[in-house]
């Protein structure tokens, strides 16, 4: 799941409520995105982001203390942002608005490489790894409802798992990103979410028992 890059690009530069500490939180955390986005996590550095944000380095270490905690910080605050879930009446037209959203995301020329760092860091290090792991629950739990509402429609069967048909409509098009290099296009967004939807209705999805 995953934020909208024209709604996030708008959002640069705002300040949001909560005086100075949030005027500084959103100027590292910024700035940190950047950072990823341009160098991977491997050079990722606090004396840097405090440069780029113009805050002091004491403030940088002593809030965040190493570039992990400030990358779990960073995914908090991607995932608060995200925008909401999509709401049409229809099963397939709001997998489909999902599978846009993260397809945006991916491609974006800031998020795409942002994510790639972060997924990438998660590989080695565990507590970037649980914070990637919260980022996505979050996002999931977030669209989950559409699918309960489809079940609730008769679209779907009863025992269906909304998480489950949520991670399968994602899974593809990170799969293209970085694995296949495949194109990642909106005709691949919509046929991941129409992939989805079928299987759904197939019964594919349905609740494991214990």
């Given at each position: 799941?995953?934020?909208?890059?024209?709604?996030?690009?708008?959002?640069?530069?705002?300040?949001?409520?909560?005086?100075?500490?949030?005027?500084?939180?959103?100027?590292?955390?910024?700035?940190a995105?950047?950072?990823?986005?341009?160098?991977?996590?491997?050079?990722?550095?606090?004396?840097?982001?405090?440069?780029?944000?113009?805050?002091?380095?004491?403030?940088?270490?002593?809030?965040?203390?190493?570039?992990?905690?400030?990358?779990?910080?960073?995914?908090?605050?991607m995932?608060?942002?995200?925008?909401?879930?999509?709401?049409?009446?229809s099963?397939?037209?709001?997998l489909?608005?999902?599978?846009?959203?993260?397809?945006?995301?991916?491609?974006?020329?800031?998020?795409?490489?942002?994510?790639?760092?972060?997924?990438?860091?998660?590989?080695?290090?565990?507590?970037?790894?649980?914070?990637?792991?919260?980022?996505?629950?979050?996002?999931?739990?977030?669209?989950?409802?559409?699918?309960?509402?489809?079940?609730?429609?008769?679209?779907?069967?009863?025992?269906?798992?909304?998480?489950?048909?949520?991670?399968?409509?994602?899974?593809?098009?990170?799969?293209?990103?970085?694995?296949?290099?495949?194109?990642?296009?909106?005709?691949?967004?919509?046929?991941?979410?129409?992939?989805?939807?079928?299987?759904?209705?197939?019964?594919?999805?349905?609740?494991?028992?214990?």
């Amino acid at each position: 799941m995953a934020i909208d890059p024209a709604t996030e690009s708008q959002d640069q530069g705002k300040t949001r409520p909560g005086g100075r500490t949030a005027r500084v939180r959103a100027a590292v955390l910024r700035a940190a995105g950047d950072a990823l986005a341009e160098h991977g996590f491997a050079h990722l550095d606090l004396g840097d982001i405090a440069r780029r944000a113009e805050v002091g380095r004491t403030t940088v270490y002593r809030r965040w203390g190493t570039p992990t905690a400030l990358v779990a910080d960073l995914l908090l605050d991607m995932a608060e942002q995200s925008l909401p879930r999509t709401e049409t009446g229809s099963l397939l037209e709001d997998l489909r608005a999902n599978a846009r959203l993260v397809q945006r995301t991916l491609t974006d020329p800031r998020q795409g490489p942002l994510f790639k760092a972060v997924i990438a860091a998660a590989t080695c290090d565990p507590q970037t790894a649980d914070a990637l792991h919260r980022f996505y629950r979050t996002r999931i739990a977030e669209w989950a409802p559409c699918v309960t509402q489809a079940i609730h429609r008769g679209e779907l069967p009863e025992d269906t798992d909304p998480h489950e048909v949520v991670r399968a409509v994602s899974a593809p098009l990170y799969y293209r990103l970085l694995a296949s290099g495949e194109p990642l296009d909106p005709a691949a967004a919509d046929q991941a979410a129409a992939a989805a939807a079928a299987a759904a209705r197939a019964g594919a999805y349905g609740l494991r028992k214990p």
